[in-house]
Structures are given as structure tokens and as C-alpha cells.
């Protein structure tokens, strides 16, 4: 289930882009980044492999993906790929940083 938000319960958040109300579903915009973290996470990659190729900690990684649980409503990563991917997110190559 999608969560349905009036337009005036959108507001701007620093961690996260405005929300858009596209057809009655709020859809979440994500940072480059966080786009970078969900689409490994569908590549079945755990955060301590995002975190290596990324070139961060795994806490890191870690809170993006808490922060991310709480915008979508969800709790598991199967759950936040399914939402992703059902608003439109499509997992694109990441590729690793240079170290």
C-alpha cells in the first residue's frame, strides 16, 4: 500500500528532497547517493560491501538506510526495494570508488 498524503502535510526536509504528489501517491526523491544505496541493496550487495564500494562505513550506510525505513514506512530491505521500484526507482551501476 502506498501512503497518500494531502498537499499540505509536504514539507522540506534536510536529509530528504520535497515530496511530489503525483496521481494521488506521494513519491519520495531521493539523493544521488541514496539512489546509489537502494540500487545495491538490489543488487543483493549487504552494507558492509555498499560501504566498501562506496568508500564510507557501514554505520554510514547504515543510517541512510534508517532514515530511509522511516520516509518510505517500511522495515526490511525487501520492503524498501519493492516501494522503490514500484514508484518508479530503477537500480543502476555503481560504480566502485578508487581508493
Known sequence: MV????????RHDNDFHT????S????????????????LIAEGLGDKEIAQRLG?????V??????LYVRYGVHSRAAIIARWL??????EP????AE
Open 19 to 22: 515530496e511530489q504528489l503525483v
Open 94 to 97: 555503481v560504480p566502485a570508488i
Open 62 to 67: 547504515d543510517s541512510h538506510l534508517q532514515r
Open 3 to 10: 501512503a497518500r498524503k494531502s498537499p499540505a502535510s509536504f
Open 24 to 39: 494521488g501517491v506521494a513519491l519520495v526523491h531521493l539523493s544521488p547517493r541514496q539512489a546509489q544505496i537502494l540500487s
Open 86 to 91: 514500484l514508484e518508479g526507482g530503477v537500480p
Open 56 to 60: 564510507m562505513s557501514a554505520r554510514t
